[in-house]
Nanobody, 117 residues
Framework: QVQLVESGGDLIQPGESLRLSCVVS????????IDWYRQTPGNERELVAA???????NYVDSVKGRFTISRDNAKKTVYLQMNSLKPEDTAVYFC???????????WGQGTQVTVSS
């Protein structure tokens, strides 16, 4: 069974940094693109960052220059380094992967990031 477990969420002050981690199991991690999403109450989940199997990255405009997604295939872990955090970044952050084997998108349970002002 594919499982994703996020960690690293915290209460943080504006301007500070945080690194989220997502450990993936139950699949051959190195073959898949991995995504970070975030969601606030009443809103749709928003794609924040994505990293391809080859290491190419993409970001939503609101986090460009501040967030960095990376992966460690040996550890089957994807990271989201978040710098210069803003109150608008407050959300539950989820990592996600689409499995072509099962034609399903898998989600972690999420980790709360709260940026106070």
């Amino acid at each position: 069974q594919v499982q994703l477990v996020e960690s690293g969420g915290d209460l943080i002050q504006p301007g500070e940094s945080l690194r989220l981690s997502c450990v993936v199991s139950g699949m051959q991690f190195s073959l898949y693109d991995i995504d970070w999403y975030r969601q606030t109450p009443g809103n749709e989940r928003e794609l924040v960052a994505a990293i391809s199997r080859g290491g190419s990255t993409n970001y939503v405009d609101s986090v460009k220059g501040r967030f960095t997604i990376s992966r460690d295939n040996a550890k089957k872990t994807v990271y989201l380094q978040m710098n210069s955090l803003k109150p608008e970044d407050t959300a539950v952050y989820f990592c996600s992967v689409f499995s072509t084997f099962s034609s399903r998108r898998y989600w972690g349970q999420g980790t709360q990031v709260t940026v106070s002002s």
